[in-house]
């Protein structure tokens, strides 16, 4: 549900933004047109990266989510190409006048992959445990409204209410994301307090029960995962033909981008996203594939400081003109250049251009400026001799370390421009490249590191998908993470921020939310606690065999519509 951590991608759900509903039912937009499929067959698609876990509530890489949406279902779907809301386990939802208050239904004849029913039961657990403090889902922050929680009740079998302490300004956005989860046989580790560490990647795969269109069949660390149809999914196409239409689904993990390069080029593998712009180019002129830039998606790169990290460092990162002069002194254009060679662009807040109806006319822009990012720091009480080293007010020299994944090439890319950059002005850049789980845990868990560089992938252009990543208590507030016990006082803009992320959760008017929330990147933008970076298009590749290939800009980018994938001449 909430916003995807993209240090290796991200934690996520969601798509594009509307006022909240007026009406007394909830309007569900019907999908994109799509063509029939042919049933059968085995599709073999690349991923970089491995799941870090098969629970959907602890899910937070987007690696890990794109796999789980595909065993998953929410009550309400966001469709990621119309980015319209489309009913999914729920046949209805219907919200009250006031706002406040949805009662769903679920579809008659639902299963789990164990056939199972899937009941009003299952929907209260799933919610219940999103919701624990305990569990601390990254998902939860999205499911508490005006600082409080929503609440789900069991009307009947098939039926649950679900009350906000206030009207939620996405509507139905919110139950997108929020996976159903079986509680026949997850109950047990949520009473015992072990909810967090059920379902690993070490589970037996017989144990691990899901209600999407496929299902796991086998997982081989280092090799691939095995997803078979589930043969209880409830959807049908068109025509009545059950989903989905293949047989197979084999995620194949190619950590190394030249190795998935050669093995798209030999049919090894038939699809895959998040490609590098260099691969693309090459991708574009072979001919048994279809290379697709869907253009500029959601993603957003950004460097931040640990405002906790101790002395003299901590000072320096909470220092306003410090954090503005580092800003001024990135060449971002070169990094759009020589990383994404052309296909992206450069950030001046966290909404991209891929959100427009969401981006402020107005916000603090830092151009390129070496000469101006030196004054700022002399203003800051810095003082440098020639082109020596900068010294802190103290005569300390200025450096610290740069943490950035040692996986993700683009990424390291952008650490050395920005090292070479900031060497420019005098500070020296000590770059720390890190497995993908240390510096998770540095950055969320131990708080041990001076900066990095990440970049988050809201799964929604709606603002309430960042509610974790601008409110002050947020799972990815980064810079000065509340639930780490070392934050650092709010400021006042921070708090005004908080305020102003209510508020446009709970405005019943479009302009109201749209002003706030242009206030929320004014304040960020002005208050630099991250410095924006760039964003790059969203690049796919499939053969052009694959029926119903349509990358979408928000994730699961390939496997938004796994169950209507299929080959048009049927391949084993």
Partial sequence: MNTAVCFAHSFARRAFAVGLLVTTAVVVTPAADRASGKAGGVLTIAQT????????????DQGTRDVLSVISSDLVHINRLTLKTELALAKNCVMSADGRHYTLTLRDGLRFSDGVAITADDVVFSFQVYLDERVNSPQRDVLIVDGKPIAVTRLSPLSVRVDLPEPYAPGDRLFDSIWILPKHTLEKAFVEGRFPQAWTVGTAVDDLVSSGPFRIKQYLPGQRLILERNPHYWKRDEAGQPLPYLDRLDVAFVA?????????????????????????????QTPTLSARDAGAGLEYNFLFFNWSAPAPQGAWFRTLKFRQAVARAIDRESIVKLVYQGRGSSLSSQVTDGNRRWRADSVAEYAYDPRRAEAMLREAGFRRNGAGPILDPDGRPVEFSLMVSATNQARRKMATLIQDDLAQIGIKVRLQPTEFGVMTDAVLKTRKFDSALWGIVSGDADPNSEMNVWTSGGTLHVWNLKSSGAAQPLEPWQAEVDHLMSVQMTATNAAARKLAYDKVQQLVTANVPVVFLASPHVLAVGDRDLGNFEPAVTDPVLLWNADRLFWQHRKS
């Fill in 49 to 60: 990266s491995e799941p870090k876990t098969f629970n959907p509530v602890m899910a937070a």
């Fill in 256 to 284: 190394d981008q030249n190795a998935m390069l050669l093995r798209l080029m030999s049919h090894e593998i038939s699809a895959a996203s998040r490609l590098r712009p260099e691969e693309f180019a090459r991708l574009e």
